[in-house]
Structure formats: C-alpha cells, structure tokens
C-alpha cells in the first residue's frame, strides 16, 4: 500500500481524536500516564505513523510535519490539564476525608494532677537537695543483712518485734525502711556524705485511719568529720521551718537500735504536739559495718513517713483516702 501525505494526515487526525476522548475518560493518574506513554512515547502512536514520512514525496514531508507537532502539541496540553484536574480532585477529596467539625462535641480529656503522696515528696526532696542532699534509691526486696543486720539489729534483738515484715523465700524480706538505701549508699561511697532516701515500705500493721501496711518513708543520713547531735538539731529545724513554717519544735529522748543517741521530734500544730519523724547520731556499729572509720567520722540520720505529713499538710482523717483512687477526693488537689 502506497504511503500518501493523505493517508499520514487522517491517521493524525483520527488518533488525536480518540486520544482526547481516552484522556478525558481516564479517571486516574495511573491511567493518564499510561496513555500518555502510549501516544507520545518514543514507542508510542504518534511516533509509528511519523515513522511513514520518510516514503513521503518531499515536498508533503513539511505539510504532514507541522501537522505532526500539532496534534502532539494538543495531546500534551490535555495530558496536563486532565493531570492537574485528576490532582486537584485528589487534594478536595483528602481535604474532605480529614476536615474536623468544629461543631461537634469535643472529646474531653480530664487534665491530670500529681498525687498528694507524689507532691508531698517532691515537696521534702526540694528541700533537702536544697540543703546539698542527694537523692538515692534501693530495692523493695532486702536481704536481711541490708534491713537488720547491718543497721545494728541482729536476728535476736527485741527492736525487730517493732518492724515484723514480710518474709519472702532465700533470706530475702519486704523492706521496713529506706536505711537499707543509707548502707548500699555508704558501701559505694566514702565520706563526707549527704544522701535522701525516699520510697515505699512494709510492715505487718493492722490497717486502719493512720495506719496502712503499705506507705511511703524519706530518710536522710550525713557522715563526715565532727558531725554532732547540734548539726541534727540544726538540719531537722531547717526543715520543719521550710515544710510547717514557723513553728514551736521539741526533741524527746527515743530508742533505735541504729541510732545513739536517739529523739523523736514533735511541732505544735493547731494547738497540739505532733510527732512528725525520728532521728539521732549514727551508731558507730553501723558505721564499722561498712567499712567507716568510727573513731575519725560520725553522722546522723533521721527518718519519717510521707503519709503522715500529707495528712498534716492536707487535713486529711484518713489515711486509707490516699491509696482508694477515689477522684472525688484526689480532683481537690492541685
């Protein structure tokens, strides 16, 4: 079959029709690419019908050439705007998908607050570390040694009787104070030394308004050169002045087995004495457990529970309020 200008023209003129109708049907910029591979590609229809001119007499070569760029200009310029309305059709539907009623009912989460035992001891730490202390911790699970032993109770003295616990299998107990923390600290570290312990603890109490089996103690321990029971008084002062403010504050005379001398330290509170915590200078036997020079270094310590200052602080009459998750009680604390 013999090739004529006639022949390439209407080849060009009928594939530029049918590709306008495939570009305006296709739905997809999937399907749009491919089309326009198919009709401008190196390989594509445009270039099979061109590929005849060159059986053209010369003289057509021009007429069939302009006609040629013609169409594959009116082919690009669909392909780009059939490419830009399948995208902004796109861009709506996405916008549509993810657009917020802003008038609809928000979804509310309550904001939340710090426990009262939480804010209370943050409240004691700020005070101390203030006071050049570094906060340590320790395991809830103690060996014997670390929760009696050590602190100058062995297994037959009568002050165990005041801190029964619970025993669990391989000489192992629930701690009954964070002193355990004070002789790990002290093994690791040689003086001088200020160290904050705070966590929670166990002992075998019957539950009831100020007591729980379950609650949470601070203690501190200094050692160093020429520490007295005048450092302790000063220090306890300190406190008590920064947690109760101005208040009148006495020491009695106590007994701890790892403390000599030893005191129980009460305020006035509303017009009453309040016992708030113990304290006294560290025996020496607990200071040669761990290795201290007796004779060269002395300290103090002093411990007391978080539950009962919360209560004070927040005129609670309950100390089972604390550990009840009842949000009536814990929404009044900021």
Not at 141 to 161: G, V
Not at 166 to 173: I, K, M, V
Request: proline share 5%; charged share 25%; with cysteine.
């Amino acid at each position: 079959m013999t090739t004529t200008s006639n022949n390439l023209e209407t080849q060009l003129t009928e594939l530029q029709s049918i590709a306008s109708e495939e570009i305006n049907a296709a739905d997809s910029l999937e399907q749009l690419e491919s089309l326009r591979v198919g009709y401008l590609g190196k390989k594509g229809k445009v270039s099979k019908i061109l590929g005849g001119m060159g059986k053209l007499d010369p003289s057509d070569r021009p007429k069939v050439g302009k006609l040629a760029n013609e169409v594959k200009t009116a082919l690009e310029t669909a392909l780009s705007q059939k490419k830009e309305q399948l995208q902004q059709t796109a861009i709506a539907a996405r916008l549509a998908s993810e657009t917020l009623d802003v008038t609809m009912p928000a979804v509310v989460v309550p904001q939340g607050r710090r426990h009262p035992l939480n804010s209370t001891i943050d409240r004691i730490l700020d005070i101390f570390v203030g006071l050049g202390y570094t906060v340590a911790t320790g395991p809830e699970i103690e060996t014997d040694y670390y929760n009696f032993e050590a602190l100058n109770t062995p297994a037959d003295h009568p002050a165990r009787d005041m801190q029964d616990t619970f025993y669990l299998p391989g000489d192992r107990l629930l701690r009954t104070h964070t002193s355990s923390v004070q002789i790990r600290y002290m093994e690791q570290q040689q003086p001088p030394i200020r160290v904050v312990a705070p966590g929670r603890v166990y002992r075998r109490d019957t539950v009831d308004a100020t007591h729980s089996a379950v609650f949470h103690q601070i203690e501190l321990l200094a050692v160093d050169e020429g520490l007295t029971f005048t450092d302790l008084k000063g220090t306890i002062r300190e406190f008590v002045r920064q947690i109760f403010g101005d208040v009148d504050i006495r020491f009695r005379p106590s007994y701890f087995p790892f403390t000599e001398p030893s005191a129980e330290v009460d305020v006035k509170w509303k017009g009453d004495w309040l016992e708030v915590l113990g304290c006294g200078t560290v025996d020496p036997n607990v200071l040669e457990a761990v290795g201290y020079d007796s004779e060269r270094y002395t300290g103090f310590a002093a411990g007391f529970g978080v539950e009962r200052f919360a209560m004070v602080l927040h005129q609670m009459d309950d100390i089972r309020r604390l550990y009840n998750s009842d949000l009536r009680f814990l929404n009044q604390f900021n």
